[in-house]
């Protein structure tokens, strides 16, 4: 065999040598592949996820995890129904009504942001304090969101049609140039988006005006509860380890994505930075991370059942957190 | 060819002057509070991207140019086959027309749903170059001098000779031509597929990602490259077919779907193979979706849709969402349309009068054409607003210079000595313009506006969709974000079928108003 090696076969040998030689030991061990589809383009949204992957935690809880990026199109429900990811993070809204309305398969079995960080972002000089304020002013929504921001509305007794809602493409530049009044965005970065272009921004949680649920919640089909329960357990345990360290101070970690996982979305570390800073208080929870309480599960489900869309508690799973 | 000289000196001063004015503009921040950069700071702000360009645009070229090549090797077979067999192209005739009017983004989140990896991409840049080829490689083949074939034939040469020795050579030049066309559209239709795509790298994926940022000096860049790639794809095609036949000169396609000539007499073969060619589409698209093994809450048949709208419990509140929806697009699609050719008719009739004037604008509307439609619209949005005004413009940008192109083009081939007979009769400019440039320009107006329909659907889609948030483009983003996938595929059928009906419209009005006033079908 090794005689009719030629010159490139053993090129390629020796170096997938040196490269194995070169990996620690746990990469030997078996791994099982998994994969998860994020919601967003790769931001720090999802640090703890790369770093988790950087550190080797996921490939240390026996896991081959694949990362999907998400995107402003993209409908992480749709790509595990479709069977091309085992996870997806979601929010809760869209999941539970395409479980009850479409029938979908669904489980719950975490929830990365304990505090939906969506809210109604506007500029300091036109400011938007509360819901009262939308009345008769143009706000911007991701059609994604239109739901969500139509149950915040009619809590405070707003009836949506008394705003004037557009969709929201992500880009400020209509809010700064004061086109529409405001923006339903993640509040953990467009105030930094909104500074970096000269003005400054001022903004509300819809989960401070009685829209209480979670977001970017961990969603699998009941398919691959059944099949991959072991996967997915290892896959929170090994998530809530590198969030820990992530957010054990916020200001690491960012910096060293940059010319990897971050590469190529045109976004500054500094912009990650405040991100990172800001989701912080959103994401703790005395349970750990991504804890689903009694408490939480039945605000979410009160705060959906405000806007027609009837979950129940049996849609999430807190069994595998249990497990961790 | 002084005239031809003087003609592109005066499209290069125009550009020239154009690219000061927007820099004037730009620098004085005049238009939306800065919204519209000068191009000095697009080229610096590109400059400062420029590391992470790369792999988006080869991912966009990857696709672009996969699609390109399966699309065109599929059209140029199927264009033989076509052009061998009448009852084939007869029987075809459905499919072709639906890929021709479909408005892509209609289809886009199917493939998406359906498709994984870079496969949506791919698919919806072949689907970009197929009709354009197919359609060119038939007329190639069929145009074929018959008296060469006579030479074949007469020394015993079998049909396949016939084919391989005079009709394909012969077809080159309009395969050519077609490719030409075709090559600007498989970008624009890579580029489309990454809307609800997904993946990490491609220009649209990069445009979606960078709306976010308040920096309208990217965002025109990405849409520069963007057109600088469909262009440049245009221009070596352009270049390979004039090294290859000298010059001919096509900027747009041929919109006359080709039809197999009817035989005379049985009437019920003919209803036979009519009914197989509206039946033929759906029939694929049932097979396809039983093939792809897609899990069935995602992929649904023409069954499962037509069982959506018309025989489920929720069946009234889809109908009423969908006409809704359509009561928005409609309207504002045929009033943008309306705009766009009639102000095209007026600007080319204008220029029969001075020739020199549409030389020098051509330029201009060529690179309008062959800017990717989604790298415009955000550009727009940051000018116009999101009103119905925005729409608008953009539904007569899209028709208006296609229109324009097909018209100036087609008046310009009015025989002198036609446009002479009313002069020596002393008749004045006004008269000659009534009695022949305005008749004579009827077959163009009739291609002109199959060629805009598709588009101007398409146009108001994209708009409604990134933007306005009314009618069946948004209602086809939202119905994705409810995991409606029954709405999801039904706006997909009904855009595509209402498209294919209007042209169907179109040819059929024009067939009789031409054939009354003694005119053929101007291809």
């Given amino acids: 065999m090794i005689a009719s090696l030629n010159r490139r076969q053993f090129l390629s040998t020796a170096a997938a040598g040196l490269a194995a030689s070169a990996l620690p030991y746990r990469a030997h061990a078996a791994t099982s592949p998994l994969t998860m589809q994020a919601a967003w383009i790769n931001d720090a949204e999802f640090a703890g996820y790369f770093l988790g992957l950087d550190r080797g935690y996921f490939t240390d809880a026996g896991l081959d995890l694949e990362y999907l990026s998400g995107g402003p199109d993209v409908i992480p429900e749709s790509t595990i129904i479709a069977g091309r990811a085992d996870l997806a993070l979601t929010t809760p809204d ?45 706000l911007a929504v991701p059609p994604v969101n239109v739901i969500s921001v139509e149950a915040m509305l009619k809590m405070n007794g707003i009836d949506p049609s008394q705003v004037n809602i557009v969709p929201y493409a992500y880009d400020p530049t209509p809010l700064v140039k004061g086109e529409i009044d405001a923006s339903l965005d993640f509040t953990t970065n467009v105030p930094f988006t909104i500074k970096q272009a000269g003005e400054d921004a001022t903004s509300f949680l819809l989960y401070d005006f009685g829209y209480t649920i979670y977001n970017d919640t961990v969603v699998v089909t009941e398919q691959v509860l059944a099949e991959k329960r072991d996967l997915l357990v290892a896959w929170l345990a090994a998530s809530r380890k590198a969030w820990a360290e992530n957010l054990a101070d916020p200001s690491v970690w960012p910096p060293k994505f940059a010319e990897t996982h971050f590469a190529g979305t045109g976004r500054s570390i500094e912009n990650e930075l405040y991100f990172n800073a800001a989701q912080k208080p ?8 991504f804890a689903l309480t009694g408490d939480g599960i039945e605000k979410c489900l009160s705060a959906l059942g405000e806007v027609g869309i009837v979950g129940s508690a049996d849609m999430f799973d807190t069994s595998l957190l249990a497990e961790i | 060819m002084a005239g031809e000289g003087a003609g592109r000196h005066a499209g290069l001063r125009n550009a020239v002057i154009l690219l000061l004015v927007w820099e004037l503009v730009g620098q004085l921040g005049i238009v939306a509070g800065g919204a519209l950069p000068p191009p ?34 599929v059209a140029i077979a199927g264009g033989i086959l076509f052009a061998m067999s009448p009852l084939m192209l007869r029987l075809f005739r459905g499919i072709n027309i639906a890929a021709f009017a479909l408005p ?6 199917i493939l998406a749903l359906t498709l994984s990896g870079m496969a949506p991409r791919i698919t919806l840049a072949a689907l970009g170059v197929y009709f354009v080829t197919m359609t060119a490689t038939v007329i190639g083949i069929s145009q074929a001098d018959s008296r060469a074939q006579d030479v ?34 498989a970008v624009l239709g890579a580029i489309l597929a990454e809307f609800g795509g997904g993946g990490r790298w491609g220009l649209g994926t990069y445009l979606l990602g960078s709306l976010g940022r308040a920096e309208p000096d990217r965002l025109w860049g990405i849409g520069l ?17 004039h090294r290859m036949l000298g010059a001919t000169k096509a900027v747009t396609l041929n919109t006359a779907v080709p039809a197999g000539q009817p035989r005379p007499g049985h009437v019920a073969e003919r209803i036979a193979v009519a009914l197989v060619a509206i039946t033929l589409p759906f029939t694929i698209w049932w097979a396809l979706i039983r093939l792809s093994g897609a899990p069935a809450m995602i992929a649904k048949t023409p069954v499962d849709v037509f069982t959506y709208l018309f025989l489920s419990p929720a069946s009234s509140t889809a109908q009423a969402k969908l006409l809704a929806a359509l009561g928005q697009t409609l309207p504002i699609t045929f009033a943008g349309m309306a705009a766009g050719l009639g102000f095209a008719f007026l ?21 309008t054409q062959t800017m990717p439609l989604v790298a415009l619209t955000p550009l727009l949005v940051l000018i116009l607003g999101r009103g119905t005004s925005l729409t608008l413009w953009i539904t007569i940008s899209v028709t208006f210079f296609p229109a324009f192109v097909t018209l100036a083009q087609g008046i310009s081939l009015v025989p002198r000595s036609a446009e002479e007979l009313p002069r020596v009769y002393g008749g004045s400019r006004w008269q000659e313009l009534r009695l022949v440039t305005i008749p004579a320009s009827l077959p163009y107006l009739f291609a002109a506006t199959r060629l805009t329909v598709p588009r101007a659907l398409l146009g108001v889609m994209i708009a409604e969709w990134l933007a306005t948030g009314r009618g069946i483009g948004n209602l086809l983003n939202q119905s994705r974000g409810y995991l409606d996938y029954g709405m999801i595929w039904s706006v997909a059928a009904v855009s595509v079928i209402l498209s294919v009906v209007f042209f169907q419209i179109v040819v059929v009005v024009e067939r009789r108003v031409l054939a009354r006033l003694g005119m053929t079908t101007s291809e």
């Fill in chain 2, 225 to 241: 490259v963007a057109t600088v790639i469909a262009g440049l794809s245009y221009a070596g095609f352009a270049v390979l077919s």
């Fill in chain 2, 104 to 109: 892509p983004i209609a289809i886009a989140p």
């Fill in chain 2, 40 to 73: 000095s700071d697009i080229l610096i702000r590109l400059w400062q991207d420029r590391a992470d360009y790369p792999r988006h645009i080869g991912a966009t070229l990857w696709a672009s140019a996969l699609g390109f090549v399966i699309g065109n090797v």
């Fill in chain 2, 347 to 367: 600007l080319a009739i204008g220029t029969k009068l001075s020739p020199r004037a549409t030389q020098a604008f051509m330029p201009i509307a060529l690179v």
């Fill in chain 2, 152 to 185: 074949i034939r007469a020394y015993g040469g079998t049909r396949w000779k016939v084919l391989r020795l005079v009709q394909l050579r012969s077809a080159v030049p309009s395969i050519l031509a077609g490719l030409r066309v075709a090559a600007p559209n």
């Fill in chain 1, 282 to 289: 959103l994401m703790e929870s005395a349970e750990g991370y």
């Fill in chain 1, 94 to 138: 869209t999941t539970i009504k395409a479980i009850t309305e479409q029938g979908a398969p669904f489980k719950i079995i975490g929830a990365q942001y304990q505090k939906n960080p969506i809210g109604i972002v506007s500029l300091a000089k036109n400011p938007i304090n509360e819901p009262k304020d939308l009345i008769g002013k143009t």
